[in-house]
């Protein structure tokens, strides 16, 4: 396991001007109530394929501490991060994922953990933040089954009736309709749909099929890829021959996006567009140009069209030197919940560490919090109320905002 940053921000330090960092490891001990320190988890891909859009989106979690720490905290407690990779060669790993929530719930300092980027790591972990119980909140994972219905409360089952993890993003349901419905607008009525058999891509491009069905469209095929599958000339090869406006994909550039878009033109679909949902927003990252006519959802606005998110974009840019992420506000905008959750948890006792328990419970009462990506308050099962889906190309090597579906 590889710990990628340990980010610290004192009072103390900010008045001289200075940001203290530095490195951890699993068998670092933990901070007493006594030293004024509360950890916050991070779990996101910091490595391989997807470290593009985990680097940006840990960037939104830091500006967040850096401000709150710079404000100041019930009781002159002060925050930390510890973010840890769960990429495994290259790859989101569910086990790598269920290590790092085990390490941070092992640590009694940590009151709550933003992350994961990918739903099956969720998958993992909620069982284990659960049980703790551990608070946690998704920026980016949207499959249902994590909140909703009888697969989201066999992942409670230590805790059926606790819900300890929320997201500010939407879920599969909505991001695949509007995928559907963004295709038909675009006037493609003939679609070929491909996942990679993973709990996000195969929710993502189900809901795809169902609704682009519904809407008129027709599906030429479905196909199921295998686990590392590196070659797609055979399935393209067949993909072609079927004439498609467009190419769905559910899946992330790392589980074959990317090496799948890169390798149409061989097969004489250079022209036909490429839809997917939020696992694509690396991809230009990762083949450069040969991305170029990838379409994308986001389970987020576009923040560059919000009034509410001027001030953040600004700091945001001003920090890192770097454009906004695909999620940098939705990690931002999930670090202010869990920060204003232990606030709130902190004045019924400034002088000690809150309880786990008690942050969970100001988390679920959360109520019209303002953040970059609007007003945020949760529903009973944990998701945020009023979602945004919004849509991408790639031009160039670069993304390009098309169109929003509110929720």
Not at 270 to 297: E, M, N, R, S
Request: aromatic content about 6%.
């Amino acid at each position: 396991m590889r710990i990628r940053a340990l980010f610290s921000l004192s009072l103390a330090l900010l008045s001289c001007g200075l940001v203290a960092c530095g490195t951890s490891s699993q068998s670092s001990s933990s901070s007493s109530p006594a030293s004024k320190t509360i950890t916050l988890g991070v779990d996101l891909p910091l490595s391989g394929a997807d470290s593009s859009v985990g680097d940006s989106t840990l960037n939104g979690v830091k500006l967040a501490v850096e401000q709150a720490n710079k404000m100041g905290l019930p009781g002159g407690f002060t925050i930390v991060v510890n973010a840890i990779d769960d990429a495994v060669q290259g790859v989101h790993s569910p086990q790598q994922g269920a290590s790092n929530m085990r390490t941070f719930v092992a640590d009694p300092s940590v009151l709550a953990v933003i992350g994961p980027y990918n739903s099956n790591v969720a998958q993992a972990q909620i069982p284990i933040s659960n049980a703790a119980p551990l608070l946690q909140i998704g920026p980016s994972v949207v499959s249902d089954g994590l909140t909703i219905g009888a697969a989201a409360r066999a992942l409670r089952r230590t805790n059926p009736d606790t819900i300890s993890f929320f997201r500010v993003c939407t879920t599969d349901a909505h991001q695949g309709s509007a995928a559907a419905r963004f295709a038909m607008k675009l006037g493609w009525k003939r679609a070929y749909v491909v996942d990679d058999n993973e709990t996000y891509g195969l929710d993502l491009a189900n809901v795809f099929d169902r609704d682009f069905s519904k809407s008129g469209g027709t599906i030429l095929g479905h196909d199921h890829l295998a686990k590392s599958q590196q070659d797609f000339s055979a399935l393209l090869t067949k993909i072609a021959a079927t004439k498609p406006d467009v190419i769905f994909f559910g899946g992330v550039t790392s589980t074959g996006g990317g090496l799948m878009k890169q390798q149409m033109a061989r097969a004489g679909l250079a022209k036909v567009p490429f839809l997917g949902g939020d696992g694509l927003p690396d991809i230009a990252t990762a083949i450069g140009k040969a991305a170029d006519g990838t379409y994308y959802t986001l389970a987020a606005p576009n923040v560059e069209k919000l009034a509410s998110a001027k001030t953040f974009v600004k700091q945001y840019t001003a920090r890192f030197h770097a454009p906004v992420g695909a999620y940098s506000a939705n990690a931002y905008a999930a670090t202010l919940v869990a920060i204003d959750a232990i606030k709130r948890a902190l004045a019924a006792n400034a002088n000690a560490l809150p309880t786990r328990a008690s942050v969970i419970a100001q988390a679920a009462k959360t109520n019209a919090l303002s953040t970059p990506i609007g007003r945020i308050s949760f529903d009973a099962n944990g998701d945020v109320k009023n979602p945004v889906v919004s849509l991408y190309e790639i031009k160039n090597g670069q993304a390009t905002f098309l169109d929003q579906q509110f929720f």
